[in-house]
């Protein structure tokens, strides 16, 4: 059985890793030069706890179901996960009501712990939150990671266990006979398949077109972010939400696993031409620093280490669009996966390997006895105990030089994100956090260059940001 | 009848404003502002001829780092520069380089020798 | 390892603390994280250094040269590539961290030189795209005069400090086209000699009053927007130009490093450095700090001086010496940064000031002391020693300049 999975975000990362438990041929195909790179880069980096989604959507069915599975799934694949908890606060009588249905709404969803508190208890819990709220929504089983390390993670561990990547190749065709996909047509290769599964993010409606299947539109919903340094780390405790608008959660305010605070997102549909057009604006921007500052009126905004913003790739329909397609027997199409999507990729995952694949397809898949469910993250040595640094030290002297000062990465973790796949400035990045911190770099890009440079055996000139045409520099002052 | 020409002097970081009084032929009558002498001969030069000092790199082969940074030892006419510069791209040394030490004598025949500004150690192994 | 004074940081303060530690007749190390000392002066191979200190004019590596010398001939231990991880305050220890493991090192003194740090691009929130090709002025520095690499083809420079002036002649000379310099105030923020030689020399355009109101390129960078700005700095709709580039080059501003000590402390409120007495000791007294980790000063022979004074006080402290009473330093009418934060008397004060605004004519009052300058601008730096004299019986200092 030879499996396609097209586009290796969250979804994509996550069936792949679903799919190596067992004995099948899997083939990850994704367009970027990494993995993680799409909508995965940039969202709100939360598990949702649940409330939000209205009761009966699939959405809903799958938050829950995947929030309750990240526990297990942080420590398999040893990523960054905290259970923080999320607090929605109202400050008005009519924000109260809003609380009140979401509450009814997750508890009809199942999310367990679910709590109001009073004003008291919300200012004990967040002591800089602004004074004036009137109540809160306590949800506990809200927590924040690194999304792109869940679909880094899940990708090593695919691989571990048998699955191919295959990177910078964008899918362009099919070939079908009877009705059915027999090869996927990318921008370099043609691979034979038996199924397909559509991970393609915001552009799985186009890969839906071009194999013939039944899609749904997809219009990118754009969320402008600003990053706070670690030096706040603190002012904000849980996962923090306005109440909720039509459109959007609101713009919110939490701390990100390695200490920074994070605010946004906006929420703005754009046309589909924006698709890989992620622009921040000034208007954008000044909303989100506006709402923050309602929510904690003493963040000091001074502390920017940047600003980005997101893509999340919404349909009409507000819902996921999961399922195997009527017109093409051996496709399935995982769309329209907008928040909670990381919430719910866990549970999707499962959810069409077993239930599509094996159940409604009828394919007997055979689990394989020798799947490895662990991976080993990088290991960050200068959080370490100085004993246990010290004797990596001796093992490997790399891992005693720090090459990014401001996130005390040492050049050994950076070697390690190479040997695991990083060939961009990027893939180091969002591996290691060199170049994360508040100097952006500024101190160990050349560096990091140059270590790239060595151990891939290639020249700085090809060396780029995060994609092909992303280069940094531009031959030589003297030849 | 004579005119003020106004310049600042970037002999040195202190960056003297100086005043330079000129007859209606263009012959100077008067520098002022200058708190060295190097003031008064810049002033003197850029009227006339402006010179520059002219720092920038060169290759350095089987060195510990691809360039050598070098200056011209003096000023150099400012029209030259594109030259000199023309001269030092083609110009190739090899490690080890003492700082100090001259690449380029008399360079272009203006006199300036082209300076090592660092020292470059040959590449181990 | 024990020593008398530790000295964190090998750039120009830092060499010149850990020498004058060693003419004390103390025990230094010196450690610096990065893989040689010298700190930015190597990348800086303009010339313009050392007219105070060596009374003769140098390229950044020259300077940095006579003190690498100094440091081997009087054999003072240098620790390259190594990290300072942690500092126990009560133990006067240090954790460093290096290829050769992590050592403990145990002190009397501290000097801490760690310099300053560029202003990010992320930090500007300049709207648009997140393209590569986006650089701060020692980042392109570094690729071109260290690691022989050219950051592009065709230029704009934000921000008219001198870094970013120097890197407009470095770019040009290189043959990458720079289609002008764009800096949000009125006048140009790098000395007037760097505006002559290094821009109108080469016929660059300089755009005062205006910044970058967009980045935009989908992988590389592609356009640079460009605005002009009003009084509160704020981008005139109606006013956008687009220049079309592939590198944008940002000089806008050095932040004094201060991780290391920031939360232990006291902070020089004005230059956000950390505070000093005249002496260079630090709210704590076994910690000295000098260079841009206190104040971003103008030229490097600056820091020299603060570097040594920092290093003599910190040998003689090691040494069993106490100093002080300190009495307070503060800015006053018009002026934005003032160093030091403390005087003692056991030093003549020299002070650092940098106004406010542009003053055509302006008094500096320092107790009974009175001098008058000529066009004062923010971007130059006064140095001024105060007589011991003008400052008798103060309990604070205050330093203003008023406007004549």
């Known amino acids: ?479 | 009848m004579s005119a003020l020409k106004r310049l600042v002097c970037v002999q040195c970081p202190l960056g003297c404003k100086i005043s330079v009084e000129l007859s209606d032929t263009n012959r100077i009558l008067s520098i002022v502002g200058n708190r060295c002498p190097r003031g008064e001969e810049y002033a003197r030069d850029e009227l006339e001829n402006p010179k520059r000092v002219l720092t920038t790199s060169v290759r350095v082969l089987n060195g510990e780092y691809p360039l050598v940074s070098v200056k011209t030892n003096k000023p150099v006419p400012k029209s030259l520069i594109p030259e000199l510069m023309k001269t030092i791209r083609n110009l190739k040394v090899e490690a080890p380089i003492e700082c100090g030490s001259v690449l380029v004598e008399d360079v272009l025949g203006t006199g300036a020798d082209l300076v090592a500004t660092r020292t470059v150690r040959r590449a181990k192994g | 390892m024990k020593v008398d004074v530790v000295v964190i940081g090998g750039g120009a303060a830092g060499m010149a603390a850990a020498l004058k530690v060693s003419e004390q007749g103390a025990r230094v190390v010196l450690v610096e994280r990065d893989e040689r000392v010298g700190g930015i002066l190597n990348q800086c191979i303009h010339n313009g250094f050392g007219l105070h200190y060596f009374r003769e004019e140098l390229t950044g590596p020259e300077y940095a040269e006579r003190f690498k010398k100094a440091l081997e001939e009087k054999d003072i231990e240098v620790l390259t590539n190594t990290f300072v991880k942690a500092l126990d305050v009560r133990e006067k220890k240090l954790v460093v961290v290096s290829e050769d493991g992590i050592r403990i090192l145990e002190t009397k003194a501290l000097v801490y030189a760690a310099g300053a740090r560029e202003r990010a691009f992320g930090s500007l929130m300049v709207p648009g795209d997140r393209p590569s090709g986006i650089f701060t002025a020692g980042v392109a520095q570094r690729f071109m005069n260290v690691e022989n690499r050219l950051p592009g083809k065709r230029a704009l420079i934000l921000g008219s400090g001198d870094i970013g002036l120097i890197m407009a002649r470095r770019l040009t000379l290189e043959g990458v086209e720079v289609v002008g310099v764009v800096e949000r105030l009125p006048y140009p923020g790098g000395l007037l000699r760097n505006v002559i030689q290094c821009l109108e020399d080469f016929g660059i355009p300089l755009f005062l009053s205006s910044t970058v109101v967009e980045v935009r390129g989908r992988e590389r960078l592609e356009e640079v927007v460009v605005a002009k700005v009003d009084e509160n700095f704020q981008p005139i709709p109606g006013t956008e130009k687009v220049f079309e580039v592939d590198t944008l080059i940002l000089s806008v501003g050095l932040i004094p490093q201060i991780e290391l000590l920031e939360d232990l402390v006291e902070v020089n409120p004005t230059s956000k450095g950390i505070a000093t007495s005249n002496l260079g000791q630090t709210s704590i007294e076994w910690i000295f700090a000098a260079g841009n980790c206190t104040a971003i000063y103008d030229l490097v022979d600056y820091v020299t001086y603060e570097g040594e004074m920092a290093g003599k006080y910190a040998a003689l402290y090691a040494k069993g010496e106490r100093f002080g009473p300190k009495v307070a330093v503060k800015a006053g009418e018009n002026v934005m940064v003032v160093q030091p934060n403390w005087y003692d008397p056991s030093e003549e004060l020299t002070l650092y000031v940098r106004t406010r605004k542009v003053i055509e004519k302006g008094r500096l009052v320092v107790g009974s002391f009175e001098k008058t300058f000529e066009e004062l601008v923010p971007s130059e730096m006064l140095r001024v020693k105060i007589p011991r004299r003008h400052l008798n019986g103060l309990s604070e200092i205050v330093v203003e300049v008023k406007e004549e």
């Open chain 1, 1 to 479: 059985m030879r499996i396609a999975v097209i586009g290796a975000g969250v979804f994509g990362s996550l069936i792949a890793r679903e799919l190596s438990k067992y004995d099948v041929d899997v083939t990850l195909i994704e367009k970027n030069l990494d993995v993680g790179m799409g909508v995965t880069k940039a969202n709100s980096a939360i598990v949702h706890a649940g409330y939000d989604d209205p009761p009966g959507t699939v959405r809903a069915k799958f938050c829950v179901l995947g929030n309750s599975m990240y526990e297990d799934l942080s420590k398999e694949l040893d990523f960054e996960y905290k259970k923080i908890g999320s607090l929605v606060v109202a400050f008005d009588d009519r924000e109260v009501k809003v609380l009140m249905k979401l509450l009814r709404q997750g508890e009809e969803n199942k999310v367990e712990g679910l709590r109001i508190l009073e004003r008291e208890e919300t200012l004990a819990m967040e002591p800089n939150l602004n004074p004036a709220v009137k109540m809160s929504l306590f949800a506990p089983s809200a927590g924040i990671t690194e999304p792109w390390m869940v679909a880094i993670a899940a990708v090593e561990n695919a691989m571990e266990n048998g699955a191919k990547l295959i990177l910078g190749e964008g899918v362009v065709g099919f070939e079908k006979r009877n009705g059915r996909i027999v090869k996927v047509v990318t921008t370099r290769n043609r691979y034979e398949v038996d199924l397909v599964i559509n991970c393609a993010g915001l552009h799985a409606d186009e890969i839906a077109k071009m194999a013939g299947a039944e899609h749904v539109d997809l219009y990118p919903r754009k969320g402008e972010y600003i990053l706070l340094d670690k030096k706040l780390g603190g002012h904000v405790r849980h996962v923090v939400f306005p109440v909720p608008t039509e459109t959007s959660k609101g713009i919110l305010v939490l701390p990100t696993v390695d200490g920074g605070i994070l605010l946004g997102p906006t929420a703005e549909d754009l046309p589909s031409v924006m698709k890989d057009r992620p622009l921040t604006t000034r208007e954008g921007l000044s909303k989100v620093k506006e709402n923050a500052k309602r929510l904690f009126p003493r963040l000091d905004l001074s502390y920017v280490v940047k600003t980005f913003s997101g893509l999340r790739p919404e349909s009409p329909r507000r819902d996921f669009y999961i399922g195997r397609s009527k017109l093409v027997g051996n496709f399935i199409n995982v769309m329209a996966t907008r928040s909670p999507g990381l919430t719910a990729a866990p549970a999707v995952a499962k959810y069409v390997v077993e239930e599509i694949i094996q159940g409604e397809i009828g394919v007997s898949l055979t689990r394989r006895k020798d799947f490895n469910p662990f991976r080993k993250g990088i290991v960050h040595y200068a959080s370490l105990s100085l004993e246990r640094w010290q004797e990596e030290i001796r093992r490997d002297p790399r891992a005693g030089k720090i090459v990014c000062f401001c996130n005390e990465v040492t050049e050994k973790e950076v070697i390690e994100a190479i040997k695991r796949g990083a060939r961009t400035l990027d893939g180091v990045k969002f591996r290691t956090r060199a170049m994360f911190g508040r100097c952006q770099g500024n101190f160990c890009m050349p560096r990091i260059m140059k270590i790239l440079e060595r151990e891939l055996g290639t020249d700085m000139s090809s060396l780029t940001l995060k994609s092909e045409n992303s280069w940094i520099v531009d031959g030589k002052v003297r030849e």
